[in-house]
Nanobody, 118 residues
């Protein structure tokens, strides 16, 4: 059984920063791509940033130059450093990972709320 557990969400003022973490645990053989998605009320879930097993990154245009995705390969953990936060960044943020365990599958975390408000 593979689990993704997120942490680091919360309430922050516009212009502030937050760092999200997501760790994968279980009988894992290998973790391929990892990423962060977000979903605001009334909107579809959208990709925020992703990082491959080789370290290549991809960002949504709306977060480029403000957010940075990184990972710790030894700990099967992915991070999202969010700077210069805006009210429109308010959403539930979900971690996603392509994991090879007993079988290969794509797993999701439970989500963590990020609220940007004064």
């Amino acid at each position: 059984q593979v689990q993704l557990v997120e942490s680091g969400g919360g309430l922050v003022q516009p212009g502030g920063s937050l760092r999200l973490s997501c760790g994968a645990s279980g009988n894992i053989l290998r973790v391929n791509d990892m990423g962060w998605y977000r979903q605001a009320p009334g909107n579809q879930r959208e990709l925020v940033a992703s990082i491959t097993s080789g370290g290549s990154t991809n960002y949504a245009d709306s977060v480029k130059d403000r957010f940075t995705i990184s990972r710790n390969y030894a700990k099967n953990t992915v991070y999202l450093q969010m700077n210069s936060l805006k009210p429109e960044d308010t959403a539930v943020y979900y971690c996603n990972a392509d994991v090879v365990a007993a079988a290969r599958g794509v797993y999701w975390g439970q989500g963590t709320q990020v609220t940007v408000s004064s």
